[in-house]
Structures are given as structure tokens and as C-alpha cells.
């Protein structure tokens, strides 16, 4: 008995010695840790900063290039800002009237939202609130897919299925129109809308499901009047990022909507959208560095506001319907 | 307003849609004319695979507080959740034996759950206000089963409210967000939503556990004065509030009924040694 307490003693004084040599080591091994510490906030400052540079420059060259296109001679911020004229490719008769272009976006993009906000809420609710588990499993991948497809791929979907099929159900719509393009842009956002709004709708807490359904409601009822206005704050961010992506897709109307701007509403005409415009200048098709060429600066200037507009407003309606739940 | 002519005018608005025995025909004769609420009989449930309730035979009093009591996961929510068909809202839980509701059979497929849950409401663990107003609240039930106008609508509101204790604390603002009530105050408010569908049985599942002592004791008087007009079946894990508030205790362990009488004798002198190792505090 005695022999064990001793032994055990003993054992215990060397482990204390032995545990006292690691604490001190481990006091030197937090000084590499604060090191390490350091060089990795470095690092995440470098990264925030350079984001902050690349879109500062972005934001300056866009800025630089649209004062230089103002300078020239036959630019007047009237006729930008005032006319629906948009022919910078006219030698003499050129006019640059922004809104010919602004028009075309809008079309393309009505048409668009048109498509893709009601269906894509509506696929969100019943794959949110509705669809069996195996039904959701299924549906899920199959929009990601949809999602994850070129836009070049819808570009040429547009021009060579969406167009016949269109010219074959009305003969008035011209080889390039408005239509074909937005729909086209229709089926790439819809994805878009539809997942972000089903994540807005499973973010609502299951609690308050089973509230209304504890007070005697319907599915239907729990769904129109707890969850989609509980949801409500995710669902319009859904809808105006879906907006920006219709206003700023190019490769779909650059192949199917033609490059003609004209302020029009029919959805049957040729039409030129802003982004088109400008894949038609990069692309190549004037060789001079004039005022053509540096229209496409200004374009892409206006773009850039209403884009950083929309975000703006996404962000003012997110903070104003958010719900808190707890 | 006075509080007088509240206490009755609401419940006449009421009377159309839960009719008294006496203006009614047979179909509700049958429940009025037993003195048990909600009666199961070898009643087993499951979660996909995994038996949550064991052959439960037990037997609801009307009109009177059961306090349904047992460690965590011995199925007493599971029971209750069956009681309105709250369970429907699980994918794998499916339940077989005899649960009747009167004359319903809870368990039929066939059962209108919409009607079920109008008169069988529920109280959740978990405060669960919509994030709507105080008022909108409240009118949500009516609004979905009754045709009430506007002045009918908000008495209605006024006397659950009332009818809840919170009126007090609420009435100067009805319609701010339910969302900025403390804790007590939204769990109050939950009550009053749920008697606001004139209900004849309220489930409460643990609705104190998430409160602090003065507003548990708030509801507890609140269970107390609510027992004329309801059935309450409360599921608590708070020893002294079962013994407090109830009039009968069922004990539940491993998804069965261990025993059920009285909440004095469960309290004093239980049958099973079980029973008493739990109330007493030994496990659990």
C-alpha cells in the first residue's frame, strides 16, 4: 500500500515536471501562432483590398473613356440623354440617343420577367410548400442543369428553335426580334428566381407552417398568407437579381435580337439592346478609334448605373420587408 | 367597452360556427353526451421504422386540465401532436389503433383535419407569432373559418385577447408587429389565436418552457381560468407545474402510458414505482 502511494508519487512529480517542460514549449508555440495570426490578416486585407481596386479601376476606366466620348465634337449630352436615336455608324447623319438602346434592354428584359418571375415563384412554391420530397430531389439538379448551361448555347437555342417556332405561329416576326431573345433570356433566369425564392421560402421557420396549419388552415393558406409574406423580403431580391441578369446578358441577344435600336414595342421588330451594341464594337466592327467607338463606353457607363441602381434598390427593399422571425 | 358585454357578445359570434349542444343536431350530441374529450385506445404511432408510442389507452376528461408528464422522448408530444393531426406535417409519422375525437375517428384519412384543428387547437414549445400584427394575429383563425365584419371581427379579437390576459398589455398597440411582444406576451398572444377559432380542446406542448417564472405563472392562472370553457391537455417537464395546474396526470415512459389518475395521487401515493421515481426527481 505505502509502496504504492510512493510510486505513485513519483511518477506524479516527474509527469509535473514533464507537463511543466510541454506548457512552456506550448507558450512558445503561441508566438509562431500570433505570427501566423498576423500574416493571415494580412493576407485577407490584401485580398478585400484588391477587390476594392478592381472595381475602382473598372468603375475609373468606364468613367475616363465616358468623359473622353462627351468631348468630341458631335456628342451633346442632349441628344444622348433626349433622342431614341441610336446611329453612330451613320457617317454624317450620326445621332447618339441612348434611349434607342435603353428601349431594346427594357423589351428584352420585360419580356423576360414576364416569363421568368411567375413561373419561377410559382415552381418555388410548389417545389417549396408542395412537392413530395422525391418530386423536389428530382426537380432540384434538373434547374441547376438549366442554370448551368452557356448563353451562347441559348443564344443559338433562340435564333435557330425559338424563332422558326415563333415565325411559324405568326409570320410577321422578323429573323431577329425582340421576342425570341427574351424569351430565351426568360428560360435562363428563370432558374435564377426560382431557386433563390425557394431558399427564401425554407428559410421561413417551420413553426410558423404548423402555426397556421394548429389554426385550422390550408396548405394553401399557410402558403399564401404566413409564408410568402414572411418570405416576402427574399422572394423581390430573387426577382430584382434576376432583373440584372436579364438587363446584362449579352450573348442571347447579341445572337437573336439583331442590331437595329429602335424605340419600339413590338416584340416582333429587330431590335438593338445595350449590351449588343457593345459586343458589336468590341467585336470588331469599326476599326477607327472615333466616336463609335467610344460610344460603347458610354453605354456601358449608363448600363453600369441602372445595374448599380437595381442593387441599390434590392438592398433599400431587403432592409425595409425584412422579417425576423425570433 | 365594458368587460360584460364582451363576455358575451363574442361567444355568440362563436355559437354559429361551434354550435351548443342544445341548438345542435347529433353529430356533437354524441361528444357532449360523454364526459371525455378525446378518447385513444391501443393507440401505436411511428416514425417511419421507430416506434414512438406503445398501445396508449387513455381517456380525456372534458373540461379539465391533463397534464401529460415523462422524460424527453418518452412520446408524450407525439400523443398530442396526433390529437389535431399536427403530425400529418411529418413524412414519415404514421399511427394505427383507435383515437376518436367524440364521433370523429382522428385517425381516418377521411377526417377533415382543417375542421379538426378549428376545434382542436394547439399551443406550440416555441412562442410562434406571425410576422404580422398584434390584431392580425389574433383575426388570422376567424378570418379563415367565419364571416365576420368588421366591429364583429375585432370584438372577437378583443375578448381572446382578454380571454388570454394580454389584453392589457396590448390593447393601446394592436397593430404593432406581434414580433416585439417579449416572450410571455407572444406566447399569451399564441393562446389567444388559438381560442380565437372557438376551440373545444387546447393542446399546449411545454408552452412555459421558454419562459421566466412570472410569465409561466401568468399562464398557469390563465390554464385555470380557461378549464370551464376547454379541454386543456398540457405536456410539461416542470414537476410543480403539473401538480400545480392539473387535474389528472398521465406518466409517460418509453412511449407508454405508465400510469394515469388523478394528479393528487400521482403526486402522492402512485402505483408504480416509476412514477414515483420520476416525480420525485430520482430520473428524468
Same mark, same amino acid.
Given at each position: 500500500?505505502?509502496?504504492?502511494?510512493?510510486?505513485?508519487?513519483?511518477?506524479?512529480?516527474?509527469?509535473?515536471?514533464?507537463?511543466?517542460?510541454?506548457?512552456?514549449?506550448?507558450?512558445?508555440?503561441?508566438?509562431?501562432?500570433?505570427?501566423?495570426?498576423?500574416?493571415?490578416?494580412?493576407?485577407?486585407?490584401?485580398?478585400?483590398?484588391?477587390?476594392?481596386?478592381?472595381?475602382?479601376?473598372?468603375?475609373?476606366?468606364?468613367?475616363?473613356?465616358?468623359?473622353?466620348?462627351?468631348?468630341?465634337?458631335?456628342?451633346?449630352?442632349?441628344?444622348?440623354?433626349?433622342?431614341?436615336?441610336?446611329?453612330?455608324?451613320?457617317?454624317?447623319?450620326?445621332?447618339?440617343?441612348?434611349?434607342?438602346?435603353?428601349?431594346?434592354?427594357?423589351?428584352?428584359?420585360?419580356? =423576360?420577367?414576364?416569363?421568368?418571375?411567375? &413561373?419561377?415563384?410559382? +415552381?418555388?412554391?410548389? %417545389?417549396? *410548400?408542395? @412537392?413530395?420530397?422525391? $418530386?423536389?430531389?428530382?426537380?432540384?439538379?434538373?434547374?441547376?442543369?438549366?442554370?448551368?448551361?452557356?448563353?451562347?448555347?441559348?443564344?443559338?437555342?433562340?435564333?435557330?428553335?425559338?424563332?422558326?417556332?415563333?415565325?411559324?405561329?405568326?409570320?410577321?416576326?422578323?429573323?431577329?426580334?425582340?421576342?425570341? =431573345?427574351?424569351?430565351?433570356?426568360?428560360? &435562363?433566369?428563370?432558374? +435564377?428566381?426560382?431557386? %433563390?425564392? *425557394?431558399? @427564401?421560402?425554407?428559410? $421561413?421557420?417551420?413553426?410558423?407552417?404548423?402555426?397556421?396549419?394548429?389554426?385550422?388552415?390550408?396548405?394553401?393558406?399557410?402558403?399564401?398568407?404566413?409564408?410568402?409574406?414572411?418570405?416576402?423580403?427574399?422572394?423581390?431580391?430573387?426577382?430584382?437579381?434576376?432583373?440584372?441578369?436579364?438587363?446584362?446578358?449579352?450573348?442571347?441577344?447579341?445572337?437573336?435580337?439583331?442590331?437595329?435600336?429602335?424605340?419600339?414595342?413590338?416584340?416582333?421588330?429587330?431590335?438593338?439592346?445595350?449590351?449588343?451594341?457593345?459586343?458589336?464594337?468590341?467585336?470588331?466592327?469599326?476599326s477607327n478609334f472615333g466616336t463609335?467607338?467610344?460610344?460603347?463606353?458610354?453605354?456601358?457607363?449608363?448600363?453600369?448605373?441602372?445595374?448599380?441602381?437595381?442593387?441599390?434598390?434590392?438592398?433599400?427593399?431587403?432592409?425595409?420587408?425584412?422579417?425576423?422571425?425570433? | 367597452?365594458?368587460?360584460?358585454?364582451?363576455?358575451?357578445?363574442?361567444?355568440?359570434?362563436?355559437?354559429?360556427?361551434?354550435?351548443?349542444?342544445?341548438?345542435?343536431?347529433?353529430?356533437?350530441?354524441?361528444?357532449?353526451?360523454?364526459?371525455?374529450?378525446?378518447?385513444?385506445?391501443?393507440?401505436?404511432?411511428?416514425?417511419?421504422?421507430?416506434?414512438?408510442?406503445?398501445?396508449?389507452?387513455?381517456?380525456?376528461?372534458?373540461?379539465q386540465v391533463t397534464a401529460f408528464?415523462?422524460?424527453?422522448?418518452?412520446?408524450?408530444?407525439?400523443?398530442?401532436?396526433?390529437?389535431?393531426?399536427?403530425?400529418?406535417?411529418?413524412?414519415?409519422?404514421?399511427?394505427?389503433?383507435?383515437?376518436?375525437?367524440?364521433?370523429?375517428?382522428?385517425?381516418?384519412?377521411?377526417?377533415?383535419?382543417?375542421?379538426?384543428?378549428?376545434?382542436?387547437?394547439?399551443?406550440?414549445?416555441?412562442?410562434?407569432?406571425?410576422?404580422?400584427?398584434?390584431?392580425?394575429?389574433?383575426?388570422?383563425?376567424?378570418?379563415?373559418?367565419?364571416?365576420?365584419?368588421?366591429?364583429?371581427?375585432?370584438?372577437?379579437?378583443?375578448?381572446?385577447?382578454?380571454?388570454?390576459?394580454?389584453?392589457?398589455?396590448?390593447?393601446?398597440?394592436?397593430?404593432?408587429?406581434?414580433?416585439?411582444?417579449?416572450?410571455?406576451?407572444?406566447?399569451?398572444?399564441?393562446?389567444?389565436?388559438?381560442?380565437?377559432?372557438?376551440?373545444?380542446?387546447?393542446?399546449?406542448?411545454?408552452p412555459c418552457s421558454a419562459l421566466?417564472?412570472?410569465?409561466?405563472?401568468?399562464?398557469?392562472?390563465?390554464?385555470?381560468?380557461?378549464?370551464?370553457?376547454?379541454?386543456?391537455?398540457?405536456?410539461?417537464?416542470?414537476?410543480?407545474?403539473?401538480?400545480?395546474?392539473?387535474?389528472?396526470?398521465?406518466?409517460?415512459?418509453?412511449?407508454?402510458?405508465?400510469?394515469?389518475?388523478?394528479?393528487?395521487?400521482?403526486?402522492?401515493?402512485?402505483?408504480?414505482?416509476?412514477?414515483?421515481?420520476?416525480?420525485?426527481?430520482?430520473?428524468?
Amino acid at each position: 500500500m505505502n509502496r504504492d502511494v510512493a510510486e505513485s508519487k513519483a511518477s506524479s512529480t516527474t509527469l509535473d515536471a514533464r507537463a511543466s517542460e510541454l506548457l512552456s514549449r506550448g507558450r512558445k508555440d503561441l508566438a509562431i501562432t500570433r505570427i501566423k495570426e498576423i500574416v493571415i490578416y494580412v493576407a485577407l486585407i490584401a485580398c478585400g483590398f484588391f477587390s476594392l481596386l478592381i472595381t475602382v479601376s473598372i468603375i475609373g476606366v468606364l468613367l475616363t473613356e465616358t468623359l473622353r466620348f462627351f468631348r468630341f465634337d458631335e456628342v451633346t449630352l442632349s441628344n444622348f440623354l433626349g433622342s431614341a436615336e441610336w446611329t453612330p455608324l451613320l457617317g454624317e447623319t450620326k445621332s447618339f440617343g441612348i434611349w434607342g438602346l435603353i428601349s431594346g434592354t427594357l423589351l428584352v428584359t420585360g419580356i =423576360a420577367m414576364a416569363f421568368a418571375l411567375p &413561373l419561377g415563384l410559382v +415552381t418555388a412554391i410548389y %417545389l417549396s *410548400e408542395y @412537392a413530395p420530397r422525391k $418530386v423536389r430531389d428530382l426537380l432540384k439538379p434538373i434547374l441547376e442543369v438549366l442554370a448551368g448551361i452557356p448563353t451562347v448555347v441559348y443564344g443559338f437555342f433562340a435564333l435557330m428553335t425559338i424563332t422558326p417556332f415563333l415565325q411559324w405561329l405568326h409570320g410577321g416576326f422578323n429573323v431577329y426580334n425582340a421576342m425570341s =431573345a427574351g424569351l430565351a433570356v426568360g428560360i &435562363l433566369c428563370f432558374p +435564377t428566381v426560382c431557386s %433563390l425564392a *425557394e431558399d @427564401a421560402l425554407q428559410s $421561413v421557420p417551420k413553426s410558423l407552417r404548423d402555426g397556421a396549419l394548429g389554426l385550422g388552415g390550408t396548405r394553401f393558406d399557410a402558403t399564401i398568407k404566413v409564408i410568402l409574406p414572411a418570405a416576402l423580403s427574399g422572394i423581390i431580391s430573387a426577382f430584382l437579381l434576376a432583373v440584372a441578369r436579364a438587363i446584362g446578358e449579352t450573348m442571347i441577344v447579341a445572337l437573336a435580337a439583331g442590331s437595329r435600336p429602335q424605340a419600339t414595342i413590338d416584340p416582333r421588330d429587330e431590335i438593338q439592346t445595350m449590351t449588343g451594341f457593345m459586343v458589336q464594337m468590341a467585336g470588331g466592327d469599326v476599326s477607327n478609334f472615333g466616336t463609335e467607338y467610344f460610344s460603347m463606353y458610354a453605354v456601358a457607363f449608363t448600363l453600369f448605373l441602372i445595374t448599380l441602381s437595381l442593387t441599390m434598390l434590392g438592398n433599400v427593399v431587403r432592409r425595409r420587408y425584412r422579417e425576423t422571425y425570433e | 367597452m365594458t368587460t360584460k358585454t364582451l363576455e358575451t357578445k363574442p361567444k355568440r359570434i362563436m355559437n354559429q360556427v361551434a354550435p351548443t349542444p342544445s341548438a345542435e343536431n347529433d353529430s356533437t350530441d354524441a361528444l357532449d353526451s360523454t364526459q371525455y374529450a378525446i378518447e385513444a385506445e391501443k393507440l401505436n404511432g411511428w416514425y417511419g421504422d421507430f416506434q414512438a408510442l406503445h398501445e396508449i389507452s387513455l381517456k380525456i376528461p372534458k373540461n379539465q386540465v391533463t397534464a401529460f408528464i415523462g422524460p424527453s422522448g418518452c412520446g408524450k408530444s407525439t400523443l398530442l401532436r396526433w390529437f389535431n393531426r399536427m403530425n400529418d406535417t411529418i413524412f414519415s409519422a404514421r399511427a394505427s389503433g383507435d383515437l376518436r375525437l367524440g364521433d370523429i375517428d382522428l385517425l381516418a384519412p377521411s377526417t377533415d383535419v382543417v375542421d379538426l384543428r378549428r376545434r382542436v387547437g394547439i399551443v406550440f414549445q416555441k412562442a410562434n407569432p406571425f410576422p404580422k400584427s398584434i390584431f392580425e394575429n389574433v383575426a388570422f383563425g376567424p378570418r379563415l373559418h367565419m364571416q365576420l365584419n368588421k366591429s364583429e371581427l375585432s370584438d372577437l379579437v378583443e375578448w381572446s385577447l382578454r380571454k388570454a390576459a394580454v389584453w392589457k398589455e396590448v390593447k393601446d398597440r394592436l397593430n404593432a408587429p406581434a414580433l416585439g411582444l417579449s416572450g410571455g406576451q407572444q406566447q399569451r398572444l399564441c393562446i389567444a389565436r388559438a381560442i380565437a377559432t372557438g376551440p373545444e380542446v387546447l393542446l399546449m406542448d411545454e408552452p412555459c418552457s421558454a419562459l421566466d417564472p412570472a410569465s409561466t405563472l401568468a399562464i398557469e392562472d390563465l390554464m385555470d381560468e380557461l378549464r370551464d370553457q376547454y379541454t386543456i391537455v398540457i405536456v410539461t417537464h416542470n414537476m410543480q407545474q403539473a401538480s400545480r395546474c392539473s387535474d389528472k396526470t398521465a406518466f409517460f415512459f418509453e412511449g407508454r402510458v405508465v400510469e394515469f389518475d388523478t394528479t393528487e395521487t400521482i403526486f402522492t401515493k402512485p402505483s408504480s414505482q416509476k412514477t414515483e421515481d420520476y416525480v420525485r426527481g430520482r430520473f428524468g
